[in-house]
């Protein structure tokens, strides 16, 4: 009784859970000490003390019914507007309150912009790899997902094929840097030409396309990399945030959405999102925390700790003969498969008990991706099985 | 640039919030205490305290990256064993931690189940006099609502007229109890002859038609009615639970669906609901609050103060010469307008500062609307503006 797309839905995301729950068999089976589990993305570095402080500050001053009531479904305006100015002294931006909504994490802004903007049988496009529940985002609104192959070789954006994909029926682009599953950031250079493209197409179809721009990872970049503020390069852009691992509280879902004046109809966006946010049965973002990420908008995670990560995991995997983009940001590593099928090597792999993600689940099959969230002692600890599975691969040729 | 469908949610969605708009405004010009603002469904006596305590003492105890971080989608374990064993304490079912799915709000259970179960053109059945929302969270699976008109004597469903609307396309019928906007509380005896008449049109159709209990109301009734628990009635219902009302947290959007085993595909909806609330972007209940509320579950809000409310406004109102069924439960009164056209008489109360809710958006016409979850001074200082206001309606006839 469960509906035809529902079990569409169901079969497509069976590979990051199967993997996780096989990962979970064998922690059950040999021990957590014996099991390098790189399946999931969910953060571990703890978020910052000051979250706490802000929750018990919050219910210690806050009058409960303006703390835990109904506020505008965009969110309370002192907290919009503190986002507002964070934001605009982080990026020389200029948006005012009414410029961000608050959601329940990027995964609800998304889908209440989604919601907003797309009829049936509209196409939005993602540049593979892409994270999978776009798959899932997409089909809630029965839009088409159209997909840009990948440039394997930089991963970044492939410009081009994407030229020659857009429609009339293309209402928006989804991009997501730092990138999962890459850890690639895409440069300002990048930006330009995908704005200057997406302008140029604007005006051939007489349309809006929108960029909906990701960004859970932006605060999770290494070697002093910048990434660039999409709205500085087109004006229809919309950010989707997220404190989930900026602030390592994915559980508790918040983030938000900037849809700037500049964008096409953003008066109308901003009010459709209100009514979206409602009719999804998100109503507004939980209103306590809220009110805590407000206070914590400069606080950081150990982005040091996930560097440390990044680092032993790229050099001793490449040391082994292993083929991986260097990653920028976010906790991904993204392995080129040494078999052509990469669940052949996801399976080997878990002879040696290291759990990885295929590649397919991201629409760029031969490669699987890491997700190097984890402790550091499972990283040192891995590299020894890692070899032996090199050893065997190479054994094999 | 926004979709058709969103806009034609923008137009039904203005009737309430064009009402507290103006309250807002009227507010603003004559002062708080000068308007009687019966619009919003917004909860006016406070959390109770414990709510706060449990707060603090979780972020004091757990671990954060357990508290904030990534749970299975449907909730922790631990907290839905609490409400297993709390439901099954006050109703005598046998629910396990299996059967719970923490959501975002009712609100967000019932997307996630209707996004289980629909594809588009299936069919929903509600009954008028409906809380309006049931039109969007519809729409978002491109399923069709179908109303049953009300039962203006006793606004208990009508029965009959659903079993002539049941066709092999329906696959739900919501019903809320106690209901908004009418207060009315369904019966033990309506609800065997619902279930009665439902088994009978799956039997004939040999389809599975499940009952969506919307239940936000189920802890604020009045004069010891009980609200009967609809799993014990029905093998295919689904109940949607919210601690909005009962623990006055509509803010932190928090509640959970019930999903029985013995009803249909209750595996599959499982599974399906935890694919369901990520791709719409929910992913999980909210963490911190999932733990909080499973330390209240025994903690009430103070219902006599919105029974005192009921009393005096049902009585002062009545007295007068309205019309009007006298509310079981929920916080909102329904009155039968003077004119044919409600809207009429909501444009007349104003004059006395008065803001009530057409009927017409819960698809009943020829009625309003009063949330009287406002303060008790409020239901006093607007009794004689009401006596006012009938009697100029008087002098016109």
New interface residues.
């Given amino acids: 009784?469960?509906?035809?797309?529902?079990?569409k839905?169901?079969e497509g995301?069976s590979a990051i859970r199967a993997m996780f729950e096989e990962g979970a068999e064998m922690i059950a089976r040999y021990g957590k000490e014996n099991v390098y589990d790189f399946s999931?993305g969910?953060?571990?570095v703890?978020?910052p003390a000051a979250?706490?402080e802000a929750?018990?500050e919050v219910?210690?001053s806050e009058?409960?019914?303006v703390?835990?009531?109904?506020?505008l479904n965009a969110g309370y305006e002192d907290v919009r507007q503190t986002i507002a100015d964070h934001v605009n002294k982080l990026h020389g931006t200029a948006f005012k309150p009414n410029n961000i909504v608050m959601?329940?994490?990027a995964?609800?802004?998304?889908?209440?912009f989604l919601?907003?903007?797309?009829?049936?049988g509209?196409q939005v496009i993602a540049f593979a790899p892409y994270f999978g529940?776009y798959?899932?985002?997409t089909?809630?609104v029965?839009a088409e997902l159209v997909v840009v192959p990948p440039d394997t070789d930089t991963f970044q954006p492939n410009i081009e094929e994407m030229n020659s994909l857009i429609t009339p029926k293309t209402?928006a682009v989804i991009i997501n840097t730092p990138n999962n599953p890459t850890g690639v950031v895409y440069s300002a250079e990048t930006l330009k030409k995908l704005a200057s493209a997406l302008e140029a197409k604007q005006k051939e179809f007489g349309t809006?396309i929108y960029i909906i721009a990701d960004e859970p990872y932006r605060e999770l970049v290494y070697d002093g990399v910048e990434v660039p503020y999409v709205t500085k390069f087109y004006d229809n852009t919309i950010v989707g945030y997220s404190y989930s691992k900026s602030l390592?509280?994915?559980?508790?879902?918040?983030g938000y959405l900037v849809i700037p004046d500049e964008a096409?109809?953003s008066e109308?966006?901003i009010?459709?999102a209100g009514?979206?946010t409602?009719?999804?049965?998100?109503?507004?973002?939980?209103?306590?925390?809220q009110k805590a990420v407000a206070k914590c908008v400069d606080e950081e995670v150990d982005v040091a700790a996930y560097d440390k990560n990044r680092t032993a995991l790229y050099e001793g995997l490449t040391e082994m003969g292993f083929e991986c983009i260097k990653p920028q940001g976010a906790f991904y590593l993204f392995v080129k498969s040494p078999f052509e099928d990469e669940k052949k090597f996801c399976d080997l792999a878990k002879k040696y008990h290291i759990i990885v993600v295929p590649g397919s689940a991201f629409a760029c099959p031969g490669y699987v991706r890491m997700a190097y969230c984890v402790s550091y002692e499972t990283i040192v600890n891995s590299l020894p099985e890692f070899k032996k599975l090199m050893e065997e691969i190479k054994s094999m040729k």
């Fill in positions: 009784m469960i509906s035809k797309d529902m079990a839905q169901i995301s999931l969910n953060p571990n703890p978020a979250i706490n929750v018990k219910v210690d009058d409960p019914l703390l835990h009531g109904y506020m959601t329940v994490g995964a609800g802004g998304i889908n209440v919601r907003t903007i797309i009829d049936p509209d529940e798959n899932g985002y089909s809630n029965k209402k809006d390592s509280l994915p559980g508790e879902r918040i096409a109809d109308k966006i009010e459709a009514v979206a409602r009719i999804l049965g998100f109503v507004n973002a939980p209103s306590l925390m």
